[in-house]
């Protein structure tokens, strides 16, 4: 629609529009055309002209320049290019796992990340030695309608939709992955649906249900990267969602382990997670998929509750009064100093990079290139001074398996997602996915073997004396 004002505004006025006081009928057109297009996807402001080069009908993002059509996608091409090669996420040689939920976010990732491969073949084509080689991209859908309750025939149909924005790119797609989220409980679909629900009704938070949904979800595509070969999973998280995530965070008191997930690049997982959208707006991205009629599938999105739904709200209100307010709460989130495993180690893993840019990284220094944080079991948020101590001191007085369990998870999932009861949590733990609680399993072997050791040193000692 709005490409469609566009095309009529070079037609009608040269290409530059006439000026405020245009009385022509098709100039009028155009701009409530226009206009229309930008209230659908988020009351954007409309310029009249593009400020960049000088167009037709503009759309102007966030309060800032007025661009059209061509020069507005330029922009977001530019800013996502910009943030994957500055921070060194993607090596010639890497497979990267693109999260697709069928949003504009993790949509316009797709675009964008086939259209560099694209363009990184053609170099490649055409390069006399062809030494590098072209990384690879396959794409993950997490498939939670286990707990939806919409019919199952517009599941299968909007999944089936999910596989066919896939299928519609021309080359480069390495794999589709669709991946139920009970899958990472169990392979038998039936005990992994069972082992889901009777978890998720234990938490009587609605906020901890959630959150622990989410920690699900990032197993799960944790699962299908190394199950498949995959170096990176590029996530779409854009400035919108990090600022609800860094209010959220800021009311569940999760403030000492904010910076890990506000970061371009996240290597505390074992596969690294990288989030190139990080400096666009949610409106920018809905817009240039009405722009480039690009397909989404956002049927089977659940709805956020308690605290995330609050936020959510909020910032929705912020972004009606003045979008760059989004903006303002993620660069203020930026200041907080980063964890070491927020960006990858210099041993030779920039030698791909140009020279320009490798010293930035290669500046690392030894200390904090060591990764030592101590990771919830759940979340994997680190812990801070007051949660080691609390862990130390259990380890020390640990008797059951299940206080290693509970002081190996942070304090928001303490709260907020294990029940209440020794007994509940006892069960609760052995709903988990193996994933998580065979780390734990490892700690609590060594934890009584060592503990055995030093009961039997005491018993020789005392024998000596005697």
């Known amino acids: 629609m709005a490409a469609a004002a566009a095309a009529a505004a070079s037609s009608s006025c040269g290409g530059a529009g006439c000026g405020p006081h245009c009385s022509s009928s098709s100039a009028a057109a155009v701009e409530d055309a226009a206009a229309a297009a930008a209230e659908k996807v988020g009351r954007l402001s409309l310029s009249r002209e593009c400020g960049k080069c000088g167009g037709g009908a503009a759309v102007a993002v966030a309060g800032g320049l007025g661009l059209c059509g061509e020069c507005f996608r330029a922009n977001l091409l530019g800013k996502f290019k910009l943030a994957v090669t500055s921070n060194a996420m993607v090596r010639p040689t890497d497979s990267v796992l693109l999260a697709f939920s069928g949003g504009p976010a993790s949509r316009v990732a797709l675009q964008f990340i086939h259209e560099m491969r694209c363009k990184a073949i053609e170099s490649w084509d055409v ?84 959150d622990f949904l989410r920690c699900l979800r990032m197993l799960s595509l944790q699962k299908i ?161 007051s949660e ?3 862990l130390e001191s259990t380890k020390h007085k640990a008797q059951k398996k299940i206080d290693l369990y509970t002081a190996h998870c942070c304090q928001s999932c303490y709260f907020q997602i294990l029940p209440a009861g020794e007994n509940l949590n006892e069960h609760f733990f052995s709903l988990l996915p193996k994933l998580w609680t065979g780390k734990m399993d490892t700690i609590s072997d060594s934890h009584s073997l060592l503990r055995d050791q030093i009961e039997e040193y005491l018993l020789e000692e005392n024998d000596d004396e005697n």
Not at 175 to 183: T, Y
Not at 292 to 301: G, Y
Request: hydrophobic residues 35%; glycine residues 6%; negative net charge.
């Open 127 to 210: 390069s006399n030695s062809q030494a590098l080689p072209v990384f690879g991209v396959g794409v993950a859908f997490v498939d939670e309608s286990v707990l939806c309750s919409k019919p199952r025939d517009e599941i299968e149909m909007a999944i089936e939709d999910i596989r066919s924005i896939v299928s519609s790119l021309s080359t480069g797609v390495k794999a589709m992955h669709i991946a139920r989220l009970e899958d990472v409980f169990s392979t038998e679909s039936e005990d992994g649906e069972r082992r889901l629900r009777e978890a998720v009704d234990m938490i009587g938070d609605d906020t901890g249900r959630e």
């Open 225 to 385: 990267a190394m199950e498949n070969g995959y170096a990176k999973i590029m996530l779409g998280s854009c400035a919108s969602a990090i600022a609800c995530h860094v209010l959220s965070a800021t009311v569940k008191g999760q403030g000492y382990s904010l910076p890990a997930d506000v970061q371009y690049v996240d290597t505390r997982w074992e596969v690294p997670v990288v989030l190139p959208l990080r400096d666009c707006l949610a409106q920018e991205l809905t817009l240039l998929c009405e722009l480039d009629s690009l397909k989404t599938q956002q049927h089977l999105d659940r709805p956020s509750n308690g605290i995330n739904s609050l936020v959510a709200s909020f910032i929705k209100r912020l972004r009606e009064e003045n979008p760059s307010r989004e903006h303002t709460i993620v660069r203020t989130a930026q200041k907080l100093k980063p964890f070491c495993f927020n960006k990858f180690s210099a041993d030779g893993y920039h030698d791909f990079l140009p020279s320009r840019l490798r010293p930035k990284f290669q500046k690392v220094d030894s200390d904090e290139s060591t990764f030592s944080e101590i990771l919830c079991l759940m979340c994997g948020s680190p812990f801070s001074e």
């Open 388 to 390: 080691l101590q609390n």
